[in-house]
């Protein structure tokens, strides 16, 4: 489903070196505005220059409406504090992928695919055995992702006349797949046998088992933690045009198939500033309470090193204010640790540095609030996933927003190779000096 922004009529006026340029002034269905620079370097020789793209639209997108001043997340169009109330994530992932929310037969269908798909070809098992055993889950789920395209080759071509249903079924696989690849590396990690998808349990109770049950102990699935997480993956569900998404959007503009768009996306969720911070968060923590520091001091060491020691957790590009995501998983903390009956010491230090934080004028400055890593690991920590294995979790979460940009950008006509200019830097023309030339073959 593509829709356009809309053309205001109106232009901005560009005046470079005694020449003016009328750009286009666009409008998005929440009212953006974008200045259409398409004939910018044509018309002037001139590019643009923007280090992390920080006013760069790279497509439009009827995906997720995000309005980072008044903390607003929406999945297509509706706001995700009520996806995350009524419904499940695999719902979650069928809007986002497909554009509208599932009626009840689409329900069933959408399960029994996800069911039918869910094993791993048996080959892919022997894969986990090659590690090192302290591989990071990470890079393991990055490659499997990949290598389904091995195993899967008909299905994964990228080109634009591949049927529709072809596109739809790779989608599903790996839906479906990155669920149990997650959970076996998990089982490869603490050395016990793999538990294989059970067609009786719904997407996050099967995930699980999988994860916690074993053939001398089964897991006792309580719907509390199966809530907690249908709410975690729903909150992570899509994030229009983060780093990871504008991976696997760049990757898939070289028309590579799903699959490998993917794999790079989740090499990118994998860093500390994106993904990756759900960890850091928790390594932070333990720190700070091995230590034996005092949060305050900890804060102040952070605001002296100029940058260079980060509180993670908090800060995001694109919120200058409180993080939708983070307000409902900082409230489902203490329910979900109740139910377990878990008292974890992380959470009363994550409150009392949200506390210092926020009322630090260095943070407060800079718009630093809690983002959606900063209490998401408290909540796995205490349903029984190591650290280890957060950004897996993200990665799970994401994956149906990754599949539903693929797919957006293959439909648009105008999805071209991804290909920024630079400006160059470096050395002027020079020549080898005689000292250079080797006389050996
Ligand atoms: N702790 C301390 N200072 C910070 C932090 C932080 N977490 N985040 C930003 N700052 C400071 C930064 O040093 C800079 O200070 P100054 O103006 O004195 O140079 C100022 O705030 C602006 O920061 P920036 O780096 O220009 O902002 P950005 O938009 O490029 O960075 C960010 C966004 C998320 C990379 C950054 O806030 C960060 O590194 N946060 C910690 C990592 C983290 O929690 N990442 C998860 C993000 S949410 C999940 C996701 O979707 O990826």
């Known amino acids: 489903m593509n829709t356009h922004s809309t053309d205001t009529g109106e232009t901005a006026e560009l005046t470079f070196r005694g020449k003016t340029l009328s750009l286009p002034v666009l409008t998005g269905s929440e009212g953006e505005v974008a200045l ?99 591989a990071h889950p990470m890079a393991i789920l990055s490659a499997m992702v990949v290598s389904l395209s091995t195993f899967y080759p008909e299905l994964s071509q990228h080109r634009p006349d591949e049927p529709e249903e072809a596109i739809n079924i790779a989608a599903t696989r790996l839906m479906s797949k990155l669920r149990t690849i997650a959970a076996f590396s998990y089982k ?30 089964p897991y006792d699935i309580k719907p509390e933690v199966v809530q907690a997480l249908n709410v975690l993956l729903i909150l992570h569900a899509d994030h229009e045009q983060n780093c990871s998404t504008s991976a696997v959007r760049l990757v898939g503009s070289a028309r590579v198939n799903l699959y490998a768009s993917v794999a790079a996306g989740i090499c990118a969720l994998w860093g500390p500033l994106h993904g990756g911070a759900n960890q850091m968060v928790i390594d932070m923590l333990e720190d700070i309470l091995a230590s034996g520091r005092s949060v305050k001091d900890y804060v102040e060491s952070v605001k002296a090193s100029k940058g260079k020691e980060l509180l993670y957790g908090f800060g995001h590009r694109v919120y200058k204010t409180y993080d939708p995501r983070a307000k409902i998983i900082k409230r489902s903390c203490d329910s979900v640790l109740k139910v377990l009956n878990v008292n974890d010491p992380l959470l009363d230090l994550a409150f009392e540095l949200e506390e210092i934080a926020m009322r630090d004028d260095y943070f407060v400055s800079r718009n630093l609030y809690p983002n959606v890593d900063f209490y998401s690991g408290i909540i796995y920590r205490a349903i029984g996933i190591p650290k280890e294995m957060f950004t897996v979790m993200f990665a799970l979460g994401r994956l149906p927003g990754w599949i539903a940009q693929w797919k957006e950008a293959r439909e648009d006509p105008r999805f071209k190779l991804q290909r920024p200019r630079q400006i160059y830097t470096g050395p002027r023309i020079r020549h080898l000096e005689p000292e250079h030339i080797s006389s050996e073959a």
């Open 36 to 134: 259409d620079i398409a004939n910018l370097r044509k018309a002037t020789g001139a590019v643009t220059r923007d280090y992390g793209y920080l006013n760069t639209g790279s497509c439009e997108s009827a995906i997720t409406f995000l309005d980072g001043e008044k903390g607003i997340l929406r999945y297509r169009g509706y706001p995700v504090e009520e996806l995350a109330e009524k419904s499940r994530f695999v719902e979650v992932a069928y809007l986002l992928i497909n554009g509208h929310m599932p009626d009840a037969n689409e329900r069933r269908q959408w399960s029994s695919l996800l069911n039918q798909h869910s094993m791993m070809h048996e080959d892919m098992r022997h894969f986990f055995y090659r590690y090192p055993e302290r």
């Open 188 to 217: 490869k990690s603490i050395g016990e046998p793999f538990v294989y998808p059970r067609h009786d349990l719904k997407y996050c109770a099967n995930f699980l088992n999988m994860m916690f049950s074993s053939p001398v102990c």
